[in-house]
């Protein structure tokens, strides 16, 4: 089978990116013909195939996503693969995955997001992507629901794919194999994440207003200055670490994971803290809540008052034995490869409805 993959940055960098490059790897191994297609390529993997999208400005950001998309699907069909597949803002191929979620639902969680140029751009993507696609993957039952209630799309198209991850990198980690009693004087909650606003960070400060524990940040944002600030007014302290590499640091150091979203389709992070066995706070709005085995630490929205009361939760569960090893089991059942062959076995469906076409003669 040859696949045609869009992607705008090909790169082992980013959690998007990542998971293609760790796509098509597999794809590759298992014996297909790959081709990626990006404006931005960062990466050289053996056996994959790469095509440069030409002529995408890098701004207004709005105009960028919108060029690419159209750029991206043009390219898609001069491959002529045999199917193609996109969890990026592009309109076109055969196979999405709303990695980024759908943006009206996000503005139903954030109104004022609805007048930001960007998230109108992807929203008019998704308009196309959603109608022209012959497969939807989803990464919640949640998401699968929306769908098919506020968008009228057909259930046969949907196909619900969670995200893996690593199990063998995100091992459980030195703290989480011990059988805690007690909880340390003052217990670290980890946020990670880029996208603060998204993620929810600031009604998470609010929510540790007073509170004696230190919160951990890592990730990136340009308003990560006034975040600090509003940290420092609110009395809770905050230590902002940037953009991190590995991850595994972070929560290694944490007694309690938060990702209090006010909208995402999955959240890796829930995994991640999942798989390295600790108690992790999350909403109804972020589609990993789904695969969580602390019903009680997930609230229905992120309001300060909820978050605050599901902390202290997490931080009894912290203290209890075998939280960690209930944390881990619940990782357990999503590993990395699971997904891959999900969407291997979506993206071979889709190309035997089409067809497979035959090579080209040569002479």
């Known amino acids: 089978m040859k696949v045609g993959i869009a992607v705008r940055r090909w790169s082992e960098r980013g959690g998007l990116e990542g998971n293609v ?40 950001e709005w105009h ?156 990136r944002d340009r308003r990560a200055p006034h975040y600090i600030k509003r940290a420092r007014h609110s009395g809770v302290d905050l230590e902002y670490l940037g953009f991190v590499r590995d991850v595994r640091d972070v929560l290694e150091r944490a007694d309690v994971i938060a990702a209090p979203s006010l909208y995402d389709p999955f959240g890796l992070v829930v995994l991640e803290g999942l798989a390295a066995g600790r108690p992790v706070v999350t909403t109804r709005a972020t589609g990993a809540h789904e695969i969580s085995p602390f019903a009680d630490l997930v609230v229905d929205e992120p309001r300060p008052a909820l978050l605050r009361e599901a902390l202290e939760r997490a931080f009894v569960h912290a203290a209890t034995p075998h939280t960690a090893e209930c944390a881990r089991a619940a990782a357990m059942l999503w590993p990395r490869e699971k997904t891959y062959a999900q969407v291997e076995e979506v993206l071979l469906s889709m190309s035997a409805r089409s067809g497979i076409r035959p090579e080209p003669c040569r002479t």
């Open 21 to 60: 490059l760790e796509l098509a790897r597999y794809l590759s191994g298992r014996g297909h013909e790959v081709h990626i297609v990006a404006h931005r390529i960062e990466a050289d993997v053996p056996g994959i195939v790469t095509h440069r999208v030409e002529d995408v400005p890098t701004w207004p």
């Open 64 to 219: 960028r996503i919108q060029r690419f998309s159209s750029a991206a699907a043009r390219a898609l069909v001069r491959l002529r693969s045999d199917v193609t597949f996109t969890s990026s803002a592009v309109a076109g191929p055969d196979v999405v995955r709303l990695e980024g979620g759908i943006a009206t639902e996000y503005w139903t969680a954030y109104p004022r997001a609805r007048w930001d140029l960007r998230e109108r751009a992807v929203a008019r993507i998704d308009k196309a992507r959603l109608r022209e696609s012959k497969a939807i993957l989803v990464l919640s039952e949640a998401t699968a629901r929306t769908l098919t209630e506020r968008h009228a799309i057909e259930p046969s198209r949907i196909h619900i794919v969670r995200n893996g991850i690593d199990l063998d990198h995100f091992v459980p980690l030195t703290q989480s194999l011990r059988s805690r009693s007690t909880l340390r004087p003052c217990p670290i909650v980890a946020f990670l994440g880029s996208g603060f606003k998204r993620k929810g960070l600031a009604p998470l400060i609010e929510a540790m207003r007073g509170m004696t524990a230190r919160l951990v940040v890592a990730g």
